[in-house]
């Protein structure tokens, strides 16, 4: 078992991993999601987990296959296919044969899905004010403009 030789490391190794910068983006992404579930609860969306948002979040509106919300994602598409049955089961979702490819799995938002993701909208907007009144607009504007250019360095050439 590791153990730091001081408290001196001990102390230096909880602080690195404290201030570490995909900790912090983990944490806030975890709040945020957080904050969402709980709001969407409260607006007749009970029993929707984070997991159920890997597949909410990445289906398009006219429908998307498993295997590309699997890989959106990043999971298997084992594991979307269950996120699917669930949510098909709770009427966010339906799924069918792809009419372009017999053998795939189309995943398209059903009337509840639809009402879900007014409300997530309006959630997302309400979530923003909140931070923007602790971080500022300015520091709200500033946080999206140096993520999404985080993002689009590190996107892969098309």
Known sequence: MFQPQTLSDRAQIEARRDEHMGRLLQRAWR???TQAIAK???RGHGGLTLAHTALLANLDLDGTRITALAERAGMTKQSMGQLALDLEARGYVTRAPDPTDRRATLVR?????GQ???DASAIKD???AEWAA???VAGMDD???LLTR?????????
């Open 31 to 33: 709040v945020f999601n």
């Open 40 to 42: 969407l609860r409260g």
């Open 109 to 113: 938002f059903t009337e509840r899905g």
């Open 116 to 118: 879900f993701l007014r």
């Open 126 to 128: 309400e979530i923003e």
């Open 134 to 136: 602790v971080l500022g």
């Open 143 to 145: 946080l999206r403009a």
């Open 150 to 158: 985080l993002i689009a360095h590190d996107a892969p050439a098309p």
